[in-house]
Every structure is written in C-alpha cells, then in structure tokens.
Nanobody
Framework: QVQLVESGGGLVQAGGSLRLSCAASGRTFSSYAMGWFRQAPGKEREFVAA????????YYADSVNWRFTISRDNARNRVYLQMNSLKPEDTAVYYC???????????????WGQGTQVTVSS
C-alpha cells in the first residue's frame, strides 16, 4: 500500500514557475514508477510526466516537454514536478500516481493522491 500527498500548487502568473511535490508513505516507494497527471474542469484526466523507479527513464506529454521536469528522491520518498514557463492552459488539478511500470496511461497506476490545484493567470 502506498499513500500519496501532493503539495506545492497555487496561483501563478503566466511565464512563472511552480514546483510540485508528492510525498509517499511506505517502504516500497523506490520500487514504483511514478507519474503526474492533471485534470482541468470539464476535461478528462491527462498524462503529464512519468519517471521509472530508478529515475533513469522519463516520459513527458508533448504539451509540457521542455517546460516541465519530473524527478524523484527515493531516499526521501518524494517525486517532484518542476514547472517552468507556465501557461493558462496548464491550469488544472495535478495528481501524482504510483504504479508497477512506467506508463502514460492512467489505468496503469495503482495509487493516487488527492491532487493539488495549479492556476495560471494570463
């Protein structure tokens, strides 16, 4: 069992930056791939970024590539999402998720956090 708690969301102007953090409980965190997803009002949840258990592989959605960076610290049971050059269309609730394999599909992830709101003003 893994419990996930996101933090770091907030209100930022377009062009600004935020760093999201996801704290995981459990001693097996380092064996899980981690992902970030987001859901805007009236839209389906969409993939943002993912990282393998070792951190050696990362995947990004085209819409955030070169602007967002996913990273993890297995010693601290944390995964991060550094978001730069934010745009109004990045506004959404951001969720972290843990799964057995690195994937871009939400159903591949077994555990989910409650989400943190990111709002980008124009």
């Amino acid at each position: 069992q893994v419990q996930l708690v996101e933090s770091g969301g907030g209100l930022v102007q377009a062009g600004g930056s935020l760093r999201l953090s996801c704290a995981a409980s459990g001693r097996t965190f380092s064996s899980y791939a981690m992902g970030w997803f987001r859901q805007a009002p009236g839209k389906e949840r969409e993939f943002v970024a993912a990282i393998s258990w070792s951190g050696g592989r990362t995947y990004y959605a085209d819409s955030v590539n070169w602007r967002f960076t996913i990273s993890r610290d297995n010693a601290r049971n944390r995964v991060y999402l550094q978001m730069n050059s934010l745009k109004p269309e990045d506004t959404a609730v951001y969720y972290c998720a843990a799964g057995r394999i690195i994937a871009t599909i939400a159903r591949e992830y077994d555990y989910w956090g409650q989400g943190t709101q990111v709002t980008v003003s124009s």
